[in-house]
């Protein structure tokens, strides 16, 4: 830990409570680590990240029967094929699939590609999470 930089924090003390029960819940050995990660969590796809690549997932439910929706979905996914690492998708049932595409890329390419799926007719639900490598 030679490499850190230490400072003060100031919490209400319902907040330091819920830190702690998170702390312990995730078993972080610390406050420290657990405050790390919930920075890094909240950064990932933020500006602060935008020269670093990250790894992320795009997660999708949406029902296939829409009118051109398979070909529009193909066709951007082949548009961004640099940063799509794979996909997965399950036939939830007869109308609904869920699809989970893994990305790796700048935070800027990966929101624009979520941003052109998320918009499709069709599309029920999707999230983007994004992680720093």
């Known amino acids: 830990m030679s490499n850190v930089a230490r400072f003060g924090v100031s919490l209400k003390p319902e907040v330091l409570k819920a830190l702690d029960d998170y702390k312990d819940k995730k078993k972080f050995a610390n406050r420290s680590q657990a405050i790390t990660f919930i920075v890094e969590e909240a950064l ?28 529009k979905f193909v066709s951007i996914q082949h548009d961004y094929q640099s ?42 639900h999707g999230k983007l999470v994004l992680t720093s490598l």
Do not use: W
């Open 44 to 71: 990932a796809g933020q500006a602060h990240y935008s020269n670093r690549e990250v790894c992320g997932a795009l997660v999708l439910v949406y029902d296939h029967h829409k009118t051109d929706f398979m070909s």
């Open 83 to 124: 940063i799509i690492l794979a996909s997965q998708h399950i036939h939830v049932d007869h109308h609904n699939c869920l699809e989970t595409i893994t990305l790796r890329g700048k935070p800027v390419k990966l929101q624009e590609l979520a941003d052109m799926i998320l918009s499709l007719k069709g599309i029920k």
